[in-house]
């Protein structure tokens, strides 16, 4: 079981950054899939970026390719999304999920594919 909770969410004017943290309650916390969702209102799920826990390689979406970077520490169970140049369309409900059912996080995309969700926290841009 893997328990996640999500933080460093805000709100900032266009251009911002804000970097939020994932941490992950399972002390055993290799091996997984982590990512990060986001929902705007009006609008579906949609995944913004992923990771392999203890190293692999990171993921993103075209809309935040170049601007957020997913990251890790390992000792903290923590993993990270450093949002920078954000726009108003950023803003949204942002969740970090996790999987651990061992495929490669390139093809885990779709909410029903991550067993593991924390609550959300909200990032709101302002033009």
């Known amino acids: 079981q893997v328990q996640l909770m999500e933080s460093g969410g805000g709100s900032v004017q266009a251009g911002g950054s804000l970097r939020l943290s994932c941490a992950g309650s399972?002390?055993?916390?290799?091996?997984?899939?982590v990512a990060w969702f986001r929902e705007a209102p009006g609008k579906g799920l949609e995944w913004v970026s992923s990771?392999?826990?203890?190293?692999?390689?990171?993921y993103y979406d075209d809309t935040v390719e170049g601007r957020f970077t997913i990251s890790q520490d390992n000792a903290k169970n923590t993993v990270y999304l450093q949002m920078n140049s954000l726009k108003p369309e950023d803003t949204a409900m942002y969740y970090c999920?996790?999987?651990?059912?061992?495929?490669?996080?390139?093809?885990?995309?779709?909410?029903?594919?991550?067993?593991?969700w924390g609550q959300g926290t909200q990032v709101t841009v302002s033009s």
């Open positions: 990771m392999k826990t203890f190293g692999g390689d990171t």
């Open positions: 399972r002390s055993t916390y290799s091996s997984l899939c």
């Open positions: 999920a996790a999987s651990d059912a061992g495929y490669s996080c390139r093809f885990l995309l779709t909410r029903g594919q991550y067993n593991y």
